[in-house]
């Protein structure tokens, strides 16, 4: 047995806090597809994925990961579809624990929105749950919503497993460079045209670097927001009914460093719907900002407003007479476009409205187009500074504020809270 493993089955997985306010984050014992196609059996997150896609998924293999973090069959029933599935798996061979507790090294390959070649390098850990969110030096940027944690927490309650990683930020330098060696496992490309890549840091000197780096700065949480959460409240719970297990106190986390050249960020837009019959959106948003026309709904239209949105700092509109640019009176430039949004949009809008996200403008600008949505406010990326800014101040920005992308791959390793 090595070395690793010894220290971290003395303590069930998990090793008691010395500093309540360091992160701690820990290598664990992966339970992993034993096919080399992980292209087939790979799904994106389950918040970015429709019914459409749910069904190509389910169809390019039978045991896709979408069957575990999207079960199918009635509501009082797929969690414990879920967690089946992942017990029937692992007794077919289709899944098995790696030997040794380890870190993973994930890079994702892709060209950004420029055509500009890009690599994030991350690190996928056990990143220790905090006694409460906004604790500690965990630190989250965004608030939540109840119905996606409520989701959430069955899943989890069910398959007692972490299926996928929420995203961790650190403004350790080096850290990429630490993510950046280790033995391959595996590789895919997904229909994006990003190539995602898995390799096991195992040896004792990098595993006590990467320990060693992301316990020197807060970590910003980035994406997985109502995961984390839900995992807090599911270690809560587990300890009110004094069945808490070690494994419970921790949530697999990808933690890459908190630099311009690792990370993409693009926004996320807002589709209105249910608006009511004669309300004259412009006409109520006068009086918390300055509204432009920019001419009709057309592709050009949308790419020109998008960049003079990018030059001037407004926000933009889509809706039945066209395009306009919107220049809250809010003109902060430290300000997030989704604090403005609810700043100078949200108390315009009557009750009866319903707000969805989507982060691609084109496709927004044309929902409106067909009718599907009254109207769509399209915002822009929040900057690294922005989330740095506001983490740093133990502040958060509304909901669905920060689109990180590419995504990482579900399914390229879980981790189960029954293995150490």
């Not at 971290?8 to 306010?21: A, I, L, Q, T």
């Not at 929420?166 to 994006?192: K, R, V």
């Not at 970590?219 to 995961?227: M, N, Q, T």
Request: proline fraction near 8%; aromatic fraction near 6%; charged fraction near 25%.
């Amino acid at each position: 047995m090595c070395e690793n493993r010894r220290v971290f089955e003395s303590f069930g997985g998990v090793p008691p806090r010395r500093d309540p306010d360091v992160p701690r984050f820990l290598p664990f014992r992966g339970l992993r597809y034993t096919t080399d196609d992980l292209a087939a059996v790979a799904a994106p997150p389950y918040d970015v994925i429709d019914d459409d896609e749910r069904a190509v998924l389910a169809d390019r293999h039978v045991r896709n990961a979408v069957q575990l973090i999207l079960p199918d069959g009635p509501a009082e029933s797929r969690y414990e579809t879920a967690a089946a599935l992942l017990a029937d798996w692992q007794a077919e061979g289709f899944l098995a624990g790696d030997p040794e507790p380890r870190f993973y090294g994930y890079r994702m390959r892709f060209r950004d929105d420029t055509g500009r070649e890009r690599i994030t390098d991350g690190i996928l850990g056990a990143l220790e749950l905090p006694e409460a969110a906004g604790t500690g030096d965990v630190l989250p940027h965004e608030r939540t919503l109840p119905k996606a944690k409520s989701d959430r927490l069955a899943l989890l309650r069910a398959t007692r497993a972490n299926l996928d990683p929420i995203w961790g930020l650190s403004p350790e330098a080096g850290l990429s460079a630490l993510a950046a060696g280790g033995t391959p496992l595996g590789s895919c490309t997904d229909t994006d045209g990003v190539e995602h890549s898995i390799s096991a840091i195992d040896d004792p000197a990098s595993v006590a670097a990467i320990e060693a780096a992301v316990a020197g700065s807060p970590v910003v949480l980035a994406d997985g927001h109502h995961r984390f959460e839900t995992a807090i409240n599911y270690r809560n719970e587990q300890r009110a009914a004094g069945v808490a297990r070690p494994g419970d106190a921790a949530i697999m986390c990808l933690v890459v460093e908190l630099a311009d050249d690792q990370l993409s960020v693009q926004p996320i837009h807002r589709l209105l719907s249910s608006v009511p019959a004669g309300f004259d959106l412009r006409a109520a948003l006068a009086d918390h900002a300055t509204l432009s026309d920019a001419g009709p709904n057309t592709a050009e239209g949308v790419a020109a407003l998008s960049a003079r949105m990018r030059t001037e700092g407004g926000l933009g509109l889509v809706d039945a007479s066209g395009l306009a640019f919107v220049a809250p009176h809010d003109t902060d430039p430290g300000t997030s476009d989704a604090a403005r949004f609810e700043a100078a949009v949200t108390p315009a809008l009557p009750e009866s409205v319903e707000v969805s996200y989507r982060d691609d403008a084109p496709t927004c600008a044309a929902l409106v187009d067909k009718g599907v949505a009254a109207a769509a406010v399209l915002l822009r990326p929040v900057t690294v500074a922005q989330i740095r800014t506001t983490a740093d101040a133990r502040t958060r920005m509304p909901q669905k504020t920060t689109f990180f992308a590419p995504k990482p791959r579900t399914g390229a390793v879980f981790r189960l809270l029954d293995q150490p």
